[in-house]
Each structure stands twice: as structure tokens, then as C-alpha cells.
């Protein structure tokens, strides 16, 4: 499933299934033959977006967690296989972009929150940091979103961030993919590349 890296540095783009990382990849990079959809598991192995004079890529990964239709070996399988990717090219992963459903996401981690299990989002974003690979999380779909303010803070606390959310802005960015607009991904991506003395790449997320 992981064959065929191009070996460059890379953005990632991680997390459950039909969260709208697919979406998000074709925002970011303005292509559109990027396969997106209503079922959840529609990518199935990395996409990789490079440009063929640059050393460097985004790459959308396979979604996991529930799918209909898929057994739970496979979709554990699925996750194993995500987590290597991103331990094997570590070095190379300038930011880790975890994507959540905004509406969605604190009701599904407070479900899955218990003494012998922890959230997939929660477990993922702990796994990146671990990494030392620089971590956002883009909480998308915010356009199904009422009570933004209060959702985005009970999302960090849930992510052990101290609210209010808009001490994070580099690392929370509230987005909505499907109209386009991830400004604040954008933004959050900017600032670890200059983080990371890399304005080169600004040009990628502007
Ligand atoms: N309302 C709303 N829907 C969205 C948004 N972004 C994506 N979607 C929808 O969510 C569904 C899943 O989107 P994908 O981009 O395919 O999701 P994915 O995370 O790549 O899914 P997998 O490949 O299964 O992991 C599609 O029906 C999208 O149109 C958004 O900002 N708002
Ligand atoms: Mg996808």
C-alpha cells in the first residue's frame, strides 16, 4: 500500500475516515482530479501532490476508524499502516495536518474516551507530537457549525489544549474545505514553515 514515495519533504495529511482530507488536498493544492466522496474509506492508499521542480509534497492519507463495509481487521490494518508511514519518513514530514470533522469530532472522541481505550484523534495527535513533527489540527466542515467558539474550545480541551482556542491559532484551524476556504490552514501552515526557516515554501499555502 505504501510502495512508490517520491522522496521529498512532505505535509500529511491524517485522519479518520470521510472527515474530508480529500478535500482539504484539493483546496491546498488546486487540483481536481483528486478523488473525494460521500462513503467513508474512498482513499485507499497515499495520494501524493508534488510539483516537478520542487522538493516537496502534500500527501492525503487513507482514512480510518469507521467505514461501512469494511471489516475491522482491515481498517486496524489501515491505521498500522498509516502510523508507519509517518514513523518510516518522519525526518521528512514537515507538518502533520490532522484533519477532524469540527461538528463531529468531541461527541465521537467523548464516546470513544474510556480506561482502556483512547480516541483515535487524540491518540493520533499525541503520536505526532511524540514525533516531534509539528501538528495541525484542521477542524473542517465548520460551515455545519453553530456553536463554533464553544465547539473549538471543548475540542482542545479534549486535545489537553487550554482554551479559550484562540491561544492556538498555529495549531487549531477552523476551516470549511468544501467552500473553499481553509484560509486559517493556510495561515497554520505558514508559520511552521517559517518556523522552520522555510519561506521558501510559503508559496505553497498562499
Ligand atoms: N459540509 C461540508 N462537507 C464537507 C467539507 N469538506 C468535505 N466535505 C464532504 O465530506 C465528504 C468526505 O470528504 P473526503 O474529502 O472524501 O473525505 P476523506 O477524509 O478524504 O475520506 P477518506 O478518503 O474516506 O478517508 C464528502 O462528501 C465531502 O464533500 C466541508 O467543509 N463541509
Ligand atoms: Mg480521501
Not at 137 to 148: I, Q, Y
Not at 162 to 186: N, V
Request: hydrophobic content about 40%; some cysteine.
Amino acid at each position: 500500500m505504501f510502495e512508490d514515495r517520491p522522496d521529498r519533504e512532505e505535509v500529511v495529511l491524517v485522519g479518520r475516515s470521510n472527515v474530508g482530507k480529500s478535500t482539504i488536498m484539493r483546496a491546498l493544492t488546486g487540483h481536481s482530479k483528486i478523488t473525494t466522496g460521500r462513503k467513508p474509506g474512498v482513499t485507499r492508499s497515499p495520494n501524493h501532490f508534488d510539483w516537478v521542480a520542487e522538493k516537496f509534497m502534500f500527501t492525503d492519507l487513507p482514512g480510518f476508524g469507521f467505514m461501512s463495509g469494511v471489516e475491522k481487521q482491515r481498517r486496524e490494518q489501515i491505521k498500522t499502516d498509516v502510523v508507519r508511514y509517518i514513523e518510516d519518513n518522519a525526518d521528512d514530514i514537515l507538518a502533520g495536518v490532522l484533519v477532524v470533522d469540527g461538528k463531529a469530532a468531541v461527541d465521537i472522541i467523548d464516546r470513544h474516551s474510556g480506561p482502556d481505550e483512547v480516541p483515535h484523534d487524540v491518540e493520533l495527535f499525541e503520536f505526532l507530537w511524540d514525533l516531534d513533527i509539528p501538528t495541525i489540527v484542521a477542524v473542517n466542515k465548520m460551515d455545519k457549525v453553530d456553536d463554533r467558539d464553544d465547539r473549538l474550545d471543548a475540542l482542545c480541551d479534549r486535545l489537553g489544549l487550554y482554551p479559550p482556542w484562540q491561544q492556538w491559532r498555529e495549531t487549531i484551524a477552523p476551516i470549511s474545505a468544501k467552500r473553499g476556504d481553509i484560509g486559517a490552514l493556510d495561515e497554520a501552515l505558514g508559520a511552521t514553515f517559517t518556523d522552520q526557516k522555510r519561506d521558501d515554501l510559503l508559496k505553497f499555502v498562499s
